[in-house]
Each structure stands twice: as structure tokens, then as C-alpha cells.
């Protein structure tokens, strides 16, 4: 595997349910990401993890909880989810988040597109 | 506050002809600039990226991007589509401030590409 890769594709959820989404990066970064794109409106930024620790929450509902176990991990749980939480959950990962440098483009996952019931 | 504007929601283009998408930006400083491309079903390609230097940025795929300080703008353009172009384009901006990145994503612009 190369790149981001995300994992399920798809996944369908009643309100109730427990599910996780993963996101993996196999290249060597130290930052990951987790962005929410619904549609018409811009990707929100939901939460960043720098060298294993959470350095954003961008205001998301407690029913979303991230887990960074190492670099290359990025989870996503859900829990008692709304049918407004329905979007394509997007996975980046970058070198890190506070080097200046041009290389320091964020590489994206194709993402998990979930549907909330 | 910063923001970026994507002005064109969808673009229709005949295959072989020129391209302009729209990217207008809110920010105090001179930003780092980026354009991505989403196919359908899958995530975000980054396109090209304007950090410092020479205006005129160009990119993979043939495209190309110009950034214009005066009109807060960062214009991505191609001089022949092909069919394989159509997908969705975000403008981005990426503020470095308190030692930290912090992108911002227009609503993107859906382009399709007449055969």
C-alpha cells in the first residue's frame, strides 16, 4: 500500500450503532487529519494530530472521538451519530504541522463516505 | 477572518478548450496557496502550491496557476481540457500562524468537460 489509505469505503450506520472509521499513512509522516466534507459546503477541518498528540479539536461533538495510536494510525469512533453527520470523512496526513517548508503539503485519503440512518 | 471564495459552482467546457477557475482569498498576509482535484470517489490531489517566488505556478496535469496580490486571486488555468479533467477543484489556503498550519477550503468548482 502506498499513500493514505481509508478504511471502510462505505459504511452505513443506524443512530444507535458504534462503528470506527481507520485511516493509515505510509509515508513516514507526523501529522494526520481528519476533515468532514459534506456537500456545498467547504471541508471542515475536524481534528489534527501532530507526532501522536491532539493538537486541534475544531469544535466537533463529543460523539465523533479521535485516536492517534502512532503516526501512521489515525481512528476515527462514532457513537450515537445524527443523520446530519452524513459526509465523505477525509484522512490527510503531512510531514508535520509547524515546519515551514514548501514540502509540507498535505497527501489525502480517498476517503469513507458515511450515511447516517 | 480568512476565507477563500470559489465563485463558480459548476463550469462546462468543450474538450480542447481553454480553462479558468476562480479562487479568491481573504487574508492578512501573503498565504501559501493551493489548488487540489477531487475525481469522484476519491480524495484529494494536490494540483500545485504558490509559497513564495515566481508569480506563475505550474502544476501536474498541464495546469498552471497565477497568483496576483493586487486582486487577492489565485486563478488555476489550462490551455486545452481533456476529458479527463472533469472532476471537482478546491482552492486552498494554508495560514502558518503560531506555529502551526491551518488549511481553508472553498466550496469548490465541479467542472465538465464536453466532448
Known amino acids: 500500500e502506498t499513500g493514505v489509505t481509508q478504511t471502510p469505503r462505505h459504511l452505513v450506520m443506524g443512530m444507535t450503532n458504534k462503528k470506527s472509521l481507520k485511516c493509515e499513512q505510509h509515508?513516514?509522516?507526523?501529522?494526520m487529519y481528519w476533515y468532514k466534507q459534506s456537500a456545498k459546503k467547504p471541508l471542515e477541518l475536524m481534528f489534527v494530530y501532530n507526532f501522536k498528540e491532539q493538537t486541534e479539536n475544531n469544535s466537533v461533538p463529543s460523539r465523533f472521538s479521535p485516536e492517534c495510536p502512532n503516526s501512521s494510525h489515525l481512528f476515527l469512533h462514532l457513537h450515537t451519530l445524527q443523520p446530519e453527520d452524513s459526509a465523505l470523512y477525509l484522512c490527510?496526513?503531512?510531514?508535520?504541522?509547524?515546519?515551514?517548508?514548501?514540502?509540507?503539503?498535505?497527501?489525502f485519503g480517498p476517503g469513507t463516505r458515511l450515511t447516517v440512518l | 477572518a480568512q476565507s477563500v471564495t470559489q465563485p463558480d459552482i459548476h463550469i462546462t467546457v468543450s474538450e480542447g478548450a481553454s480553462l479558468e477557475l476562480r479562487c479568491n482569498y481573504s487574508?492578512?498576509?501573503?498565504?501559501?496557496l493551493f489548488w487540489y482535484v477531487q475525481s469522484p470517489g476519491q480524495g484529494l490531489q494536490l494540483l500545485l502550491k504558490?509559497?513564495?517566488?515566481?508569480?506563475l505556478v505550474q502544476g501536474i496535469k498541464g495546469f498552471e496557476a497565477e497568483f496576483k496580490r493586487s486582486q487577492s486571486s489565485f486563478n488555476l488555468r489550462k490551455p486545452s481540457v481533456h476529458w479527463s479533467d472533469a472532476a471537482e477543484y478546491f482552492c486552498a489556503v494554508g495560514p502558518y500562524s503560531s506555529g502551526t498550519y491551518k488549511y481553508i477550503f472553498g466550496t469548490g468548482t465541479r467542472l465538465k468537460v464536453l466532448a
Open positions: 487574508y492578512g498576509a501573503t498565504p501559501y
Open positions: 490527510a496526513s503531512s510531514q508535520d504541522i509547524t515546519s515551514g517548508d514548501l514540502d509540507n503539503e498535505q497527501f
Open positions: 504558490y509559497f513564495s517566488g515566481d508569480t
Open positions: 509515508l513516514g509522516h507526523n501529522a
